[in-house]
Every structure is written in C-alpha cells, then in structure tokens.
T-cell receptor, first 118, second 115 residues
Framework: GAVVSQHPSWVICKSGTSVKIECRSL??????MFWYRQFPKQSLMLMAT?????????EQGVEKDKFLINHASLTLSTLTVTSAHPEDSSFYIC??????????????FGPGTRLTVL | AQSVTQLDSHVSVSEGTPVLLRCNYS??????LFWYVQHPNKGLQLLLK??????LVKGINGFEAEFKKSETSFHLTKPSAHMSDAAEYFC?????????????FGKGTRLSVIA
C-alpha cells in the first residue's frame, strides 16, 4: 500500500512551452501533497504545499505564476511549469500525506519526474 | 525551526566494512526523523523512521539508526557495506508532528563503496 505515482517519469521540452506533471496517490486519499525540486547532486527543496480544494502555499522565492499547482481531487495534484526555460530543468518530486494516517510517518514520495528544457 | 545537519558530504568505505553516516538535528520538540536513500536517477526510498517509539530503529537492507536525544543525533549505521549500498543518503526531519507539514531534508551524504 501507500503508493504514489508521478507522470511522466521524464520529459524533454522546448524552451517556452509548458509542461504538466501529475502526482497521484494510488491507494489512499491525500488532502495534502508537497512538491519538491532537486538540482543535480543537491538536496530536495520544498517548492509548495498543495491542499485539496484550495490554493497552494508557495515557499519564498518560488514563482506561483510559473509553477501552477492544482489539487482538484483527493488523489491528484498537478504541477505545471509554464513557459519553461533551461534553468527549470530539474528533478521534481512530489509527496502525498495519507489522510488516514496520523503524524509525519504518513507521507509517501513519488518516484520523481526529470524535466529537461532545451 | 527544525533542521538537520549531515556532517559528511561524502563517505567512502570498502565493501564488507561498517558504514556510519552522521546526522544531527535541531528541534524544539521531540522530532520525527527519517533516513531516505536515493540511487542515481531514481526516486527516494525510505530506509527507516523514528517517531518517538524505540530509540534504536531497524530499517531495510540491514541499516539501523539510533536516536540520541542528549547528543541530538540520529546516525545511520550498517555493519557491513555492500556494493549496492552506493547511493545518496538523506537525513530528514518533520517540521511538526501533525504530518500536514513538509519534511525538511539534509544536504545529503554520498556513500561510495570500494570493492
């Protein structure tokens, strides 16, 4: 149980295009999901907290108009990188909070999406 | 604020020798702590977690970690390294105990295993 999927696993796009990344909790409900970004050989940095049915909360320095987050259901959150540029190339990882599990042990990570912008 | 410090950015051991990856935490309350492993170009895999139960936590693949409140440490150990253990390891702390807040990652320790 407690599986989180991400789609696509990798994507290559041209500069100026938009890319949508999906994060799904497959066997549990997740009212809260988190989006992280990881540059090569670096740690994960939190980008935003996504709450079902409400606006996402962005970390300082993350452009909300560039990284659009939608959490329309209890099992799906999407991150759209708008007008992507080469500096947006990164590994994007989501985690989902199992609503039915108390405490921080109920967070589960997706496998990540590698975005390369040419 | 909660944070973790991984004291070594890179650790190199010979196959069959013990592994020690060090982590110190800072927290205003009794924290929840985790160790995750990330193999090259792969996602995160949870090795083990401490959530105020037994202070010695056993994880997968022979890894274990001991929560020491007096030293604010949560070091990861393994008695005998295997080539497949070569990866990036992250010590992680939860901001709160509610589970509704994100996890804070250390900068990571790259483990190399020499044949």
């Amino acid at each position: 149980g407690a599986v989180v999927s991400q789609h696509p696993s990798w994507v290559i796009c041209k500069s100026g295009t938009s890319v949508k990344i999906e994060c799904r909790s497959l066997d549990f409900q997740a009212t809260t999901m988190f989006w992280y970004r990881q540059f090569p050989k670096q740690s994960l940095m939190l980008m935003a907290t996504s709450n079902e049915g409400s606006k996402a909360t962005y970390e300082q320095g993350v452009e909300k108009d560039k990284f659009l987050i939608n959490h329309a259901s209890l099992t799906l959150s999407t991150l759209t990188v708008t007008s992507a540029h080469p500096e947006d190339s990164s590994f994007y990882i989501c985690s989902a909070r199992d609503t039915g599990t108390s405490g921080p042990r109920g967070q589960f990570f997706g496998p990540g999406t590698r975005l390369t912008v040419l | 604020a909660q944070s973790v410090t991984q004291l070594d950015s890179h650790v190199s051991v010979s196959e069959g020798t013990p592994v020690l990856l060090r982590c110190n935490y800072s927290s205003s309350y009794s924290p929840s702590l985790f160790w995750y492993v990330q193999h090259p170009n792969k996602g995160l895999q949870l090795l083990l977690k401490y959530t105020s139960a037994a202070t010695l936590v056993k994880g997968i693949n022979g890894f274990e970690a001991e929560f020491k409140k007096s030293e604010t440490s949560f070091h990861l150990t393994k008695p005998s390294a295997h080539m497949s253990d070569a990866a990036e390891y992250f010590c992680v702390v939860s901001i709160t105990n509610s589970g509704n807040t994100p996890l804070v990652f250390g900068k990571g320790t790259r483990l190399s295993v020499i044949a």
